[in-house]
């Protein structure tokens, strides 16, 4: 099987180049990632990312034949030869296959992703009806590979300002929780031209998610949700 | 980058956005001409039936569509319809054929 591989070593050369491989897959070899690490064993100075092997962790996410994906997850099958991986596009590359997600983890930490209840600390938990817990189901899944934001355009544009797909799905998520109580700040943070409306519903989010999950979506409801409290 | 079928879409309409201001500056400076004078009107006249007239006539409605479906597939969504990786392809790739085919009709339509 054929590989063409982004190589990117500071150490050596300042330009990045594709490098190709030829792997013999032995049987059982199902999964992208199963390939990259016999390749890996042919030459250690290739860098990638992985940990969980199985689409929970998220890291091993990159652009695979154009598309991003997470390698754990792509058969190998449905992939044509040469199978071309890059780093995730439009994030700086520290190495190979590694991108620096800073920004995406920025922006992702400014939607506070977190439970927000000043008041007081129940004994022992804070309830939820089944009803208002399906209302998480969708949002809750994320693993913040940042497959969708690194294939939005918005975001490549401004990703100082534009939130992103993940960070947007993750402030809907909380914004849908009963047990959050500062939906109005959470509002008031993204009524901005930018944060928020700088989606223009391309849906590139919804069409890589390796899970499935719709990140355009939950942007149009955050969208609903500003356009009624102003009504 | 391999850009999904919605990201086409996206980006033509945007483009066809542009190429609409332009050509509805150009339009308007036809219509003037035809009324300013019965010479004006004559010189308009040969120029919608010339023999490219239809091709030229086609893109211009093609400009028109694209972007019309583009927006109505954008009011779509805009009332939480369409979402979803499969009707997002499908409702794109809908604007992108039924586009074409208004202009294709147009060509053949042309008097």
Known sequence: MRFQIYRYQPEQSDQPYLQDYT????PGTVMLLDALMLLKAQDESLSFRRSCREGVCGSDAMNINGRNGLACITRLKDLAEPITLRPLPGMPVIRDLIVDLTSF???YRAVRPWLIDEGPEPEIERRQSPGDRDQLDGLYECVLCACCTTSCPSFWWNPDQFLGPAALLQSY???QDSRDQDSGQRLDDLEDPYRLYRCHTIMNC???CPKGLDPARAIAGIKGLLAKRRL | MRLPVGAYASILHRITGLLL???TGLGLGLLKASLQSASGFDAVTALLVQPSA????ALVVWVAAQ??????????LDVHQGFGRGASRRSAALVLVLAVSTALGAALLWP
Do not use: A, E, N, S
Request: aromatic share 16%; glycine share 10%; charged share 15%.
């Open chain 1, 173 to 175: 998520r909380f914004l």
């Open chain 2, 21 to 23: 201001i332009v050509l």
């Open chain 1, 105 to 107: 983890y920025t922006q």
């Open chain 2, 54 to 57: 239809p091709f030229f006539g």
């Open chain 1, 23 to 26: 792997l013999d897959i032995p």
């Open chain 2, 67 to 76: 972007h019309l479906y583009g927006g109505l597939r954008h009011l779509t």
């Open chain 1, 206 to 208: 919804t069409d890589v």
